[in-house]
T-cell receptor, first 113, second 109 residues
Framework: DTEVTQTPKHLVMGMTNKKSLKCEQHMGHRAMYWYKQKAKKPPELMFVYSYEKLSINESVPSRFSPECPNSSLLNLHLHALQPEDSALYLC????????????FGPGTRLTVL | SQQGEEDPQALSIQEGENATMNCSYKTSINNLQWYRQNSGRGLVHLILIRSNEREKHSGRLRVTLDTSKKSSSLLITASRAADTASYFCATDGANNLFFGTGTRLTVIP
């Protein structure tokens, strides 16, 4: 299985809502990533988990809270988001953190009203 | 910023023509990767070229790397409508990849 899955595909939420994005891979990869991508821009790294531990937090606001329950799962908890947080959220995984090829999920299209 | 710059930003060609896009980066690298992204979807890895390699082929793709100029190019030969997508170069940084600004390729049938 060389697939990274993400749910939901689309999410619309109000600024007072709490929601979670989910990501799963079964390739035995030890590094998992969250990216945020705005239209016509490259992906911007948010968080990196390596061996289930948070390795990189790119100064992301605390309204985004990552969680790695086990080596196959990665969550992104959302709370009190702003309209400017509307974007495509991409999850990726790689064998190890750093230089390896990354496998991306299809993304969650998030709209904050 | 370690982000690479790609040019052109957008490229429109006829089916069957070749497409070339360029990536320039700022810091020393161990490898450089190219990814494709169809509209609103996840990225797909195309090819990886290591810093000690100058050229690499994969099917209709040809990638070159010039570390002295800190630049790389991606050539897609005999383009197809299905090649329409955004293409990003990515360089390795401190335990992560840094994506370039991207080239939007449109192949007209």
């Amino acid at each position: 299985d060389t697939e990274v899955t993400q749910t939901p595909k689309h999410l619309v939420m109000g600024m007072t809502n709490k929601k979670s994005l989910k990501c799963e891979q079964h390739m035995g990869h030890r590094a998992m990533y969250w990216y945020k991508q705005k239209a016509k821009k490259p992906p911007e790294l948010m968080f990196v988990y390596s061996y289930e531990k948070l390795s990189i937090n790119e100064s992301v606001p605390s309204r985004f809270s990552p969680e790695c329950p086990n080596s196959s799962l990665l969550n992104l908890h959302l709370h009190a988001l702003q309209p400017e947080d509307s974007a495509l959220y991409l999850c990726a995984s790689s064998q190890d953190q750093g230089q390896d090829e990354q496998f991306f999920g299809p993304g969650t299209r998030l709209t904050v009203l | 910023s370690q982000q690479g710059e790609e040019d052109p930003q957008a490229l429109s060609i006829q089916e069957g023509e070749n497409a070339t896009m360029n990536c320039s980066y700022k810091t020393s690298i161990n490898n450089l990767q190219w990814y494709r992204q169809n509209s609103g979807r996840g990225l797909v890895h195309l090819i990886l070229i290591r810093s000690n390699e100058r050229e690499k082929h994969s099917g209709r793709l040809r990638v070159t790397l010039d570390t002295s100029k800190k630049s790389s190019s991606l050539l897609i030969t005999a383009s197809r409508a299905a090649d329409t997508a955004s293409y990003f170069c990515a360089t390795d940084g401190a335990n992560n990849l840094f994506f370039g600004t991207g080239t939007r390729l449109t192949v007209i049938p």
